[in-house]
């Protein structure tokens, strides 16, 4: 039967075929499924904290980068109560490393909101769950399909390059997103969406591959209509070169051997993580007119540069060490170099502080 798409899908094309994907494949992920942290053994029903824990940590991430962080944010907050009673700070702190931190703000935000509107207990519709913070078209679903069982469309970057080879889809994204996600959801079942929406995600990670697709152990594989272009799909529009921005970070050491750190303002980028101070970031920086946080009784420069790679820029970073006993001007403090790890420093600054360690 047709599946009805939901308003923000783009339909697919009439004369696509419809095949008949779901009984081989969820008979491939009975036998093959992917053993996962945050996964529910079989028979077992699937814990939605867990679930939206996971879904939240993945996105933009990959499984294993996910693994360490997810086992030891269960470890300290096993509920979504325990979280959400959390400081934030905390939160951050246990967050850093793994990068794109407006999730870790979104989390906890969403823990206090489950915990005392929804009495702990997560909404089991798209729609409830994409009024939540941090949960956006795909976590919803995921959330949805896999926690509760609602048939739901799941397309995250395996299932849209299944998807786009399935049904020989080559349009560039991002232009056939729309398409790809109409496409995910004319397949999805009434039945065991969750387990569909795993398979389609573990079958894009083992199987239908970026590179060198293994397409003689496809469950799938009679009704693909892409083989002979797999490698080629799904095609993206070129990228346009990111820009290149600059600034300049102080390494500012007490007498007694503590480094003066600073808070960055809870919006923008890397809101509410810790940092080496540093000048704004610009693409002709550092500014002319940029100056150490606090008055230094020396000052000299750190050979080398740090470079890291945004989303949406480059950036790279000169250091420059300096001394002073002076009070920490406001949303600074001074930690010890042997506490640098109680606080949320995200990857680029612990880059920061790994050159200083060495040049200083």
Same mark, same amino acid.
């Given at each position: ?37 945050? =996964?529910?053994?079989?028979?077992? =029903?699937?814990?939605?904290?867990? /679930?939206? $824990? ?11 980068? /996910? ?17 959400? #009673?959390?400081?934030?700070?905390? !939160? ?53 399909? *896999? #926690?509760?069982?609602? =048939? ?50 573990? $079958? ?5 591959? !970026?590179?060198?697709? =293994? ?36 390494? /500012? ?5 503590? *480094? ?40 000299? #420069? ?6 890291? !790679? ?10 420059? /060490? ?5 009070? #920490? ?32």
């Amino acid at each position: 039967m047709p599946r009805k798409t939901r308003p923000d899908q783009s339909p697919p094309c009439p004369s696509v075929p419809t095949p008949e994907i779901a009984r081989p494949l969820l008979d491939w992920y009975d036998r093959s499924r992917r053993t996962l942290p945050w =996964r529910a053994e079989p028979g077992r =029903r699937p814990d939605p904290y867990h /679930v939206w $824990l996971s879904e939240i940590m993945l996105q933009q991430t990959t499984v294993p980068a /996910v693994k360490g962080y997810f086992t030891r944010f269960l470890e300290r907050w096993p509920t979504v109560e325990a979280l959400a #009673a959390a400081e934030r700070d905390q !939160v951050m702190t246990e967050w850093a490393g793994l990068g794109y931190y407006a999730r870790a703000r979104n989390l906890h935000a969403c823990a206090r909101i489950v915990a005392e509107e929804h009495g702990g207990h997560f909404p089991d519709t798209e729609d409830a769950l994409r009024a939540l913070p941090g949960v956006g078209r795909y976590t919803a679903a995921a959330i949805a399909a *896999i #926690a509760f069982d609602r =048939r739901a469309a799941v397309m995250d970057a395996n299932v849209e390059r299944v998807i786009a080879r399935l049904f020989r889809v080559e349009e560039p994204l991002p232009g056939a997103k729309d398409r790809l996600y109409a496409l995910t959801d004319l397949v999805t079942p009434d039945r065991r969406a969750g387990d569909f929406a795993q398979a389609m995600m573990d $079958l894009g990670a083992t199987i239908c591959v !970026v590179r060198a697709p =293994r397409c003689m152990l496809c469950p799938i594989s009679a009704s693909c209509t892409g083989k002979d272009i797999a490698e080629g799909l799904p095609a993206k529009a070129a990228k346009k070169a990111k820009p290149k921005r600059k600034g300049l970070a102080w390494w /500012v050491e007490r007498a007694d051997g503590a *480094i003066l750190l600073r808070k960055r303002p809870d919006r923008g980028l890397l809101g509410g993580m810790m940092e080496i101070p540093s000048s704004d970031w610009v693409e002709n920086g550092p500014p002319d007119d940029a100056s150490p946080p606090l008055p230094l009784a020396t000052e000299r #420069a750190i050979p080398g540069t740090v470079r890291h !790679v945004f989303t949406h820029f480059e950036l790279e970073l000169s250091i420059r /060490v300096g001394r002073s006993d002076a009070p #920490a001007p406001s949303a600074c403090l001074w930690v010890l170099p042997d506490r640098l790890g109680d606080y949320a420093l995200p990857t680029v600054m612990l880059k920061v502080v790994k050159l200083a360690l060495v040049g200083r």
